[in-house]
């Protein structure tokens, strides 16, 4: 099997690559034009060839779209047996459901391109609650690959009798998959998002005092859902809190918003590269891949 990636994730792909004893690299040449358009080059054979392609979608998702399906498109059309999509950050999945009158419905039009570029796809930890999972929602073979096992051995190796919570509804699986494996206590908390930047959590009473406690969630973006769960464990009594993430978008001031809140330490994976993601999924996607 080859291995390229799009802009967005070379580095991701190169260690995917280390891993995975047979696969080969395939150079992609990727340039704009002084009038912003893409431009894309295929530096190697690839006729009767599996290529997996890598681009994780986050903070630009447009442009690193875009890049994806012209290389996509591009291996097809140069005659390659089998296009493999690696998005570990998949973009638009929270805009799942018309949520006001008129709102385009994004993440369709967007699993609409990939089934149309792409032959399989794994994603990691894809923020998809009020659908059927991967597996039914695409017409194409999907796979949703979790990163739940590196924070399940961070804890392992860290700290002591965890307490695990999940700061919404949508947290529910992924805390009790966490929690289960630890043997811990966990509580889900629920949430209103008042607006875009701003959330209330409802966590009931709880004793958390001489606690350690591991927070999980798939994505910090503002960091508002994060910071307010760890306001809130703190309040009742923490003493070592651990903020851990999938996806590390982190906008404007969200880590800071976070340690201001008090944790001791914000984690994540590099599905998107940011100054906490200490924990690589390289190993999780070449296992699948194998
Ligand atoms: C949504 O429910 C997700 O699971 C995350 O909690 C959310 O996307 C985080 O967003 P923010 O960091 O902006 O609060």
């Not at 570990?88 to 967007?110: C, H, I, K, M, S």
């Not at 860290?158 to 966490?178: A, C, L, T």
């Not at 927070?215 to 503002?222: C, R």
């Amino acid at each position: 099997m080859l291995i390229c990636s799009g802009s967005a994730s070379t580095s991701l792909a190169t260690k995917i690559q280390r891993r995975g004893e047979t696969l080969k690299w395939l150079e992609i040449e990727k340039k704009r034009f002084p009038d912003g358009e893409t431009y894309i080059r295929v530096k190697g054979e690839v006729e009767g060839e599996q290529v997996a392609v890598v681009q994780s979608m986050y903070r630009n998702p447009d442009h690193y779209l875009v890049e994806y399906l012209f290389i996509a498109k591009t291996l097809k059309d140069l005659g390659a047996k089998e296009v493999i999509g690696i998005i570990p950050y998949f973009p638009y999945a929270r805009q799942d459901a018309r949520f006001n009158p008129g709102e385009a419905v994004t993440f369709d039009l967007v699993k609409e391109l990939i089934e149309d570029s792409t032959n399989k796809l794994l994603v990691v930890d894809i923020h998809q609650h009020r659908r059927r999972g991967v597996e039914k929602e695409f017409r194409i073979p999907a796979k949703n690959l979790s990163a739940a096992e590196l924070f399940i051995k961070y804890a392992e190796e860290n700290m002591n009798k965890p307490f695990v919570v999940g700061p919404d509804d949508e947290s529910v699986n992924w805390v009790s998959v966490i929690a289960r494996k630890l043997s811990a206590e966990n509580t889900v908390f629920r949430k209103k998002r008042v607006s875009p930047e701003e959330v209330e959590l409802e966590s009931g009473k709880l004793d958390l005092r001489q606690r350690e406690v591991l927070i999980v969630d798939d994505i910090i973006s503002t960091g508002e859902t994060m910071a307010k769960a760890v306001e809130t464990v703190k309040g009742m009594g923490a003493s070592r809190v651990v903020a851990a993430c999938t996806h590390p978008i982190l906008v404007k001031e969200a880590l800071k918003k976070i340690y201001r809140a008090g944790a001791d330490i914000v984690i994540g994976t590099d599905t998107v590269p940011s100054e906490i993601s200490f924990f690589s999924v390289s190993g999780i996607i070449a296992r699948e891949l194998r």
